[in-house]
C-alpha cells in the first residue's frame, strides 16, 4: 500500500504483484474503472518495484496525480494542489482593490462639446422645434450619428458630387449664363 511520505498513513494507491500476466490483464480489464468507496478505481501496469517507490512522490508527500486532478473530490482533500492554487491566486487578483490612476477612465480624455452657438450635425438647434429653443440642454450637441454614419455620409455627398461633375448636364448649366441676368458686354451691344 502507498504511504504518504510525511504522514506516514495510505495516501490511495498500491502496488499488486501477479504471478502471470494473463490474471494481470484481466484484473486490470475488470477492475479499471470500478467505483470502490465511491472512488474511481485506476488501474496501470507497473514495469517493476523498487524499494522506497511506496512512498508518495509529489511535493506534498502524496501522489503526484492528486496533485495534478483537476475534479472535485471530497475525500482526497477537494481539488488538485496545483488547481487549487491557481483559484487561489485569481480569487485573491479579485478581492484586490482596483487602483484608481491604474484604470483606463481616469486617462481618457474629457469628450468634446461643440463651442456655443454652432449647429448640431442635422442643422439647426432645436429653435421652433418645442425643445426649448437654444437654450435647450442637448442643444448644440451631435445627433444620434456616430462618427462612421458621418463618413458614409460625407463620401456619399462627395459620390454625388463627383459624379455630377463627370456628368455633361452640371457643366452646361455652370456654362451657360441665366437668360435673365444679362452680362455686361451684352449691355453695352444693346445700346
Given amino acids: 500500500m502507498g504511504l504518504h511520505r510525511v504522514n506516514r498513513t495510505p495516501c490511495g ?28 478505481l485506476k488501474v496501470e501496469i507497473d514495469p517493476g518495484f523498487r524499494e522506497g517507490r511506496q512512498y508518495g512522490r509529489a511535493r506534498s508527500g502524496g501522489q503526484v496525480r492528486d496533485e495534478l486532478r483537476a475534479s472535485f473530490d471530497v475525500n482526497r482533500g477537494g ?6 492554487s491557481q483559484m487561489e491566486a485569481a480569487k485573491a487578483e479579485l478581492l484586490t482593490p482596483i487602483n484608481q490612476s491604474q484604470s ?20 439647426g438647434n432645436f429653435r421652433g422645434r418645442g425643445r426649448g429653443g437654444r437654450f435647450h440642454p442637448y442643444a448644440n450637441r451631435g445627433g444620434h450619428r456616430d462618427f462612421r454614419d458621418r463618413e458614409r455620409y460625407n463620401r456619399r455627398r462627395s ?3 463627383n459624379a455630377g461633375n463627370t456628368g455633361s448636364r452640371r457643366e ?11 452680362r455686361n458686354d451684352s449691355d453695352e451691344d444693346d445700346d
Avoid: S
Avoid at 111 to 116: E, G, K, N, Q
Fill in 13 to 40: 494507491f498500491c502496488f499488486v504483484i501477479f504471478n502471470n500476466r494473463k490474471a494481470l490483464l484481466n484484473a486490470q480489464k475488470l477492475l479499471n474503472g470500478t467505483i470502490l468507496d465511491g472512488q474511481v
Fill in 79 to 84: 481539488y488538485g494542489a496545483i488547481v487549487e
Fill in 104 to 123: 483606463p477612465a481616469v486617462h481618457m480624455p474629457p469628450p468634446r462639446l461643440p463651442p456655443p452657438g454652432q449647429h448640431n450635425f442635422r442643422g
Fill in 159 to 161: 459620390d454625388r458630387q
Fill in 172 to 182: 452646361e448649366t455652370r456654362d451657360d449664363p441665366n437668360p435673365r441676368w444679362r
